[in-house]
């Protein structure tokens, strides 16, 4: 599914936050940060993720599309009868950390536990955040593929993925590194890919 967010200025959201079934200690954390109705990226992609769809979605930094995601992955990891993870990878130190920390944001007070992976911090600490079983693991390519190597990142059972800012990723030469990582993962996975544009290359690449 390919979304391409409607224009900001026309934008009239169909939903408001309490609206897309979200549990009730997620819509408490939107409500107190002052969050009542969705931007375009997430009024499209909330319930399509929420109804497990894989998706492509348009987005550019500022759209608020961590949320996008980050919101309706809360629901399925907490409102999963089985154990339930996700991995979001980003192509820099700094995505990576405001990735991690909306789901802190969002997930406030249900026990939602996170893991930062990435280049430049301790290795030992990242190891023993990986071995709580973190419902969400966020890192950069490179540091997460060392970790696997390492035997301490195993994703045989992670079956929800992220890819933001895909097409930079692409750019800084880090596919290898992703199918390294797709590889490890569960084959029967959701797949959410965030990009500013829609190449061919990107195309292929999910295919």
Same mark, same amino acid.
């Given at each position: =599914? #390919?979304?391409?967010?409607?224009?900001?200025?026309?934008?009239?959201?169909?939903?408001?936050?309490?609206?897309?079934?979200? !549990?009730?200690?997620?819509?408490?954390?939107?409500?107190?940060?002052?969050?009542?109705?969705?931007?375009?990226?997430?009024?499209?992609? #909330?319930?399509?993720? @929420?109804?497990?769809?894989?998706? #492509?979605?348009?987005?550019?930094?500022?759209?608020?599309?961590?949320?996008?995601?980050? !919101?309706?992955?809360?629901?399925?990891?907490?409102?999963?009868?089985?154990?339930?993870?996700?991995?979001?990878?980003?192509?820099?130190?700094? !995505?990576? @950390?405001?990735?991690?920390?909306?789901?802190?944001?969002?997930? /406030?007070?249900?026990?939602? /536990?996170?893991? @930062?992976?990435?280049?430049?911090?301790?290795?030992?600490?990242?190891? &023993?955040?990986?071995?709580?079983?973190?419902?969400?693991?966020?890192?950069?390519?490179?540091?997460? =593929?060392?970790?696997?190597? &390492?035997?301490?990142?195993?994703?045989?059972?992670?079956?929800?993925?992220? @890819?933001?800012?895909?097409?930079?990723?692409?750019?800084?030469?880090?596919?290898?590194?992703?199918?390294?990582? =797709?590889?490890?993962?569960?084959?029967?996975? &959701?797949?959410?890919?965030?990009?500013?544009?829609?190449?061919?290359?990107?195309?292929?690449?999910?295919?």
């Amino acid at each position: =599914v #390919i979304l391409i967010p409607a224009n900001e200025v026309k934008f009239v959201p169909k939903h408001n936050f309490t609206q897309f079934g979200l !549990l009730p200690a997620i819509v408490g954390n939107l409500t107190a940060k002052g969050f009542v109705h969705p931007t375009p990226i997430q009024d499209e992609c #909330i319930p399509l993720i @929420l109804a497990g769809h894989d998706i #492509i979605g348009l987005a550019n930094t500022g759209t608020g599309k961590t949320a996008a995601f980050a !919101l309706p992955i809360i629901q399925l990891i907490k409102s999963a009868k089985e154990a339930k993870s996700v991995i979001a990878i980003a192509p820099t130190r700094e !995505l990576a @950390l405001q990735i991690e920390d909306e789901f802190r944001l969002f997930s /406030r007070g249900m026990d939602f /536990r996170t893991a @930062l992976c990435v280049g430049g911090s301790n290795m030992f600490k990242q190891k &023993q955040n990986l071995s709580r079983n973190p419902h969400a693991i966020i890192g950069t390519p490179g540091r997460l =593929v060392d970790l696997i190597n &390492q035997g301490a990142l195993k994703l045989g059972s992670t079956k929800i993925l992220v @890819l933001d800012e895909f097409d930079r990723m692409l750019d800084m030469g880090f596919i290898n590194d992703i199918k390294t990582i =797709v590889g490890k993962m569960h084959k029967d996975r &959701q797949s959410l890919c965030f990009s500013a544009t829609i190449s061919n290359d990107i195309k292929k690449n999910l295919d």
